[in-house]
Structure formats: C-alpha cells, structure tokens
C-alpha cells in the first residue's frame, strides 16, 4: 500500500483514500491490463468524469494524461468510453450530415484522390483511432527517455485520439448547421487541419515535459512524431499508388 494517495497526495491508512476514494494501489500499464480491464471496463461501465476530462484535454491535455498513466485516475472517463462514446454520437447524427469530407477537397485533387485517400475521406473518425497503435510507435520511439512502455504510449495516445474525435464532432455539428460547402472548405483547411496539428504538438509536449528533456528538445521531437506520421501517410499513399497501377 502507497503511503500517500496518488490522486490527492492525502496519507493512507485503508484499501481506499478517504478524501477523493482512489484505491491505494494502482497499476502500471501492461498489454494484458490494457485489454482485460480498460477494454471491458470501458464497453460495460460508464465512469463519472466526462465534463472534467474534456476540459482537462483542452486546458492541460499533455500534463493531465500523464498524471493518468502514474495514476491520478479517479476523476477520469475511462478513454476507452469516451471514444466510443463520440463514435456513437457521430453515427446518430450520420443521417443529418450532407457534406462528406471528400467533398471538401479541392475540385482536381478530389478527381485525383487514391482509393486509400478515399476511405481516409470517407472514414476519418475510424482512421484516427485505427492510427493510436502507429501514432504510439512514434511516440515509444522519439521520447524513448521517458521509460513508459508501449501500453502506456498506448493510453496517451488514446486520449488524444479522443481530442480530436471530439475536434471532428464539433465541425460535424457545423457542417450540420451551416452547409454550405465553399464556407466550409475554407474552415476545414484553414482552421480544422491546423488546430489537429498544433494539438498534437502542444499534446506531447506537456505529457513528456517531466521526464528531463530541455524546452527545444520536447519542442523538435513533438513535431518530429507528428512529422513521422505525416511521412508515413505519403510513403503509404505512394506505395498504394504503386500497388494499384
């Protein structure tokens, strides 16, 4: 039994905290509790949390994901929940939404599109989750010092998946409410794909900022992961290109 409560710092004497309820004891993430207990827990249970962990993503994203993963966790949605929460919304609101993102791309380029940049298009929301396992192989490797290991890479990655779900449900219920297609290419290039960009910037900076990397350090290799990921885009894209010729 910890000697002082992970979420609140309070000092224990029981299996539970008596100020905040956070059991005494928490876990380190592995592959086999990432999937017996987030996974289930997350399908069957519906944890308190929701207001608060949105907010937290979109005041303090990086810094509160870490306090997660070393165990300040009571006052969280579960991540596993709130994705599918969000991809649960977007399929109720589906029918309303009359402008796809395909739709969206410039006239040539769309003619252009690839049969992968299509299904991205077409499928954006279950891209971004599909890509939690790649995006966390970039993560493991270029903020390697941290010492987490790949299922806590996992985790953070997964709430930041959520973000920009959440990011996409907002532009969704825009395109619901206002239409109009030229207004809303000009919003998505101009504000949506930049804002996702910078999010994921400013995400890793704050989740490893405590793990002894210098300030241009966490800046270069925060953008070196999203960097990686958007080079692992074009390769695939070119080798799809290749395949399909």
Request: charged share 15%; aromatic share 14%.
């Amino acid at each position: 039994m910890s000697s002082a409560c992970l979420n609140c710092a309070t000092h224990l004497t029981e299996t539970y905290c008596p100020k905040c309820g956070q059991k005494s004891t928490t876990h380190r993430y592995s592959i086999k509790h990432f999937v017996e207990h987030d996974f289930v827990h997350g399908v069957w249970h519906v944890d308190r949390g929701l207001l608060f962990t949105v907010k937290q993503l979109f005041t303090r994203p990086g810094h509160s994901v870490r306090e997660y993963i070393q165990g300040k966790r009571v006052n969280y949605f579960s991540f596993i929940t709130l994705i599918l929460l969000i991809l649960t919304i977007t399929t109720l609101i589906a029918p309303y939404v009359h402008v796809k993102l395909s739709d969206l791309a410039p006239g040539n380029n769309r003619q252009a599109m690839t049969t992968l940049e299509q299904f991205i298009s077409k499928y954006p929301k279950l891209v971004i989750v599909l890509m939690v396992p790649l995006n966390s192989v970039f993560s493991f490797l270029w903020f390697r010092k941290a010492r987490l290991n790949f299922s806590e890479h996992l985790v953070a990655n997964s709430y930041k998946a959520a973000s920009e779900l959440l990011i996409g449900l907002a532009f969704t219920f825009v395109i619901i409410l206002y239409p109009n297609i030229s207004v809303l290419r000009i919003l998505y290039m101009a504000l949506i794909s930049p804002s996702i960009l910078v999010y994921g910037i400013w995400f890793y900076r704050q989740l490893f900022s405590a793990f002894g990397y210098s300030k241009w350090a966490l800046l270069g290799r925060s953008l070196a992961v999203i960097v990686s990921i958007l080079l692992f885009h074009v390769v695939l894209g070119v080798v799809w290109s290749i395949v399909q010729r």
